[in-house]
């Protein structure tokens, strides 16, 4: 008897976990499904038809980035959206992908209440970006500022010297192809090149001017490269609130949007790594603690700013493009 008792308890204890292994393998499935349904949908917003604001991201280092713009005229389009959260955290990037978001933000703004919310960091480019919205909200201890432009370049000669190795050339004139990390640089590539930062400067200066109310003077003094608190930040008219996104949606209301409306983030399209679908790469990341292989991981590496080319404006631009 006692062995007969012994085995239906076995068979009980089987049963249970039969039981609990098939509950969980439907419920992997299930998300499994659903993430890949979420990924071949582009990745585009749930429930575009009801009304809200939808919140775009600017992280990272800035470039001429054609799926941001994309969305931010996306966002324009919708009828739904009845209000933008600009989310902006990044120390800046190239002055061209700076202009071109600048511009994307101000023709959304022409049709819809646009208001920048920063986080840590909206420096450079980044704070370019946030001039272009109708009202900056940033954090008491966010960093703010470092307007500005540079060109920055390696002078490889004395390298080359060691190494024995010597650079010929033939072009059509002097300044071709100049400054080079080839040659030394001549007092004529270093005016060049002078002139055209000071030319993209003032432009820049001129846009801080026009979208903060100020006089060409009171932005000047402000563009030396320096950064500030959010706290200073307002006190410099460089900002016009201290808080997060409660005072975004709350200034929004004050436009005629419903402070009750969800916050709705306009998320990439899926591309993901080279190798994963972007839902599968944040699933495999988060999984593996390491953050989302799609892009987390290429921003931690520093792999992004390998690519900056032409004029910057970017705060510690040398340890940015180092990656250090």
Same mark, same amino acid.
């Given at each position: 008897?006692?062995?007969?008792?012994?085995?239906?308890?076995?068979?009980?204890?089987?049963?249970?976990?039969?039981?609990?292994?098939?509950?969980?393998?439907?419920?992997?499935?299930?998300?499994?499904?659903?993430?890949?349904?979420?990924?071949?949908?582009?990745?585009?917003?749930? &429930?575009?038809?009801?009304?809200?604001?939808?919140?775009?991201?600017?992280? &990272?280092?800035?470039?001429?980035?054609?799926?941001?713009?994309?969305?931010?005229?996306?966002?324009?389009?919708?009828?739904?959206?009845?209000?933008?959260?600009?989310?902006?955290?990044?120390? &800046?990037?190239?002055?061209?992908?700076?202009?071109?978001?600048?511009?994307?933000?101000?023709?959304?703004?022409?049709?819809?209440?646009?208001?920048?919310?920063?986080?840590?960091?909206?420096?450079?480019?980044?704070?370019?970006?946030?001039?272009?919205?109708?009202?900056?909200?940033?954090?008491?201890?966010?960093?703010?500022?470092?307007?500005?432009?540079?060109?920055?370049?390696?002078?490889?000669?004395?390298?080359?010297?060691?190494? &024995?190795?010597?650079?010929?050339?033939?072009?059509?004139?002097?300044?071709?192809?100049?400054?080079?990390?080839?040659?030394?640089?001549?007092?004529?590539?270093?005016?060049?090149?002078?002139?055209?930062?000071?030319?993209?400067?003032?432009?820049?200066?001129?846009?801080?001017?026009?979208?903060?109310?100020?006089?060409?003077?009171?932005?000047?003094?402000?563009?030396?490269?320096?950064?500030?608190?959010?706290?200073?930040?307002?006190?410099?008219?460089?900002?016009?609130?201290?808080?997060?996104?409660?005072?975004?949606?709350?200034?929004?209301?004050?436009?005629?949007?419903?402070?009750?409306?969800?916050?709705?983030?306009?998320?990439?399209?899926?591309?993901?790594?080279?190798?994963?679908?972007?839902?599968?790469?944040?699933?495999?990341?988060?999984?593996?603690?390491?953050?989302?292989?799609?892009?987390?991981?290429?921003?931690?590496?520093?792999?992004?700013?390998?690519?900056?080319?032409?004029?910057?404006?970017?705060?510690?631009?040398?340890?940015?493009?180092?990656?250090?």
């Amino acid at each position: 008897m006692s062995m007969k008792a012994d085995d239906l308890i076995d068979r009980r204890r089987l049963r249970r976990k039969l039981t609990f292994w098939r509950i969980a393998a439907f419920v992997i499935a299930a998300a499994a499904i659903i993430g890949l349904s979420t990924w071949l949908a582009g990745e585009r917003i749930p &429930g575009v038809a009801s009304a809200h604001i939808a919140k775009i991201k600017i992280e &990272g280092t800035i470039t001429e980035d054609e799926d941001l713009l994309d969305r931010i005229d996306q966002v324009r389009k919708s009828a739904s959206v009845k209000g933008v959260i600009l989310s902006i955290d990044s120390p &800046g990037g190239t002055t061209a992908g700076g202009e071109a978001i600048f511009d994307a933000v101000r023709k959304l703004a022409a049709e819809k209440p646009v208001v920048a919310q920063v986080g840590t960091l909206a420096a450079s480019a980044g704070y370019m970006i946030a001039s272009a919205t109708d009202h900056i909200v940033a954090r008491k201890s966010s960093i703010v500022g470092s307007i500005g432009v540079l060109v920055q370049f390696p002078d490889l000669t004395g390298l080359m010297d060691k190494l &024995g190795i010597k650079l010929e050339e033939v072009k059509s004139s002097p300044l071709k192809a100049e400054p080079s990390p080839f040659n030394p640089t001549t007092d004529e590539e270093r005016a060049m090149m002078r002139n055209m930062i000071l030319d993209s400067y003032d432009w820049f200066v001129g846009i801080v001017a026009e979208r903060r109310s100020m006089s060409k003077a009171e932005a000047t003094a402000l563009a030396d490269g320096s950064v500030f608190t959010g706290r200073q930040a307002l006190a410099k008219k460089l900002i016009d609130e201290v808080g997060g996104e409660d005072q975004a949606i709350a200034w929004l209301g004050t436009k005629g949007v419903d402070a009750k409306l969800s916050v709705v983030e306009w998320k990439p399209a899926g591309s993901g790594s080279m190798f994963l679908p972007k839902a599968l790469a944040q699933a495999l990341g988060r999984t593996l603690g390491v953050g989302d292989f799609s892009s987390e991981l290429i921003r931690e590496i520093g792999a992004e700013r390998l690519f900056l080319d032409g004029m910057l404006s970017l705060w510690q631009a040398e340890k940015a493009v180092s990656g250090d």
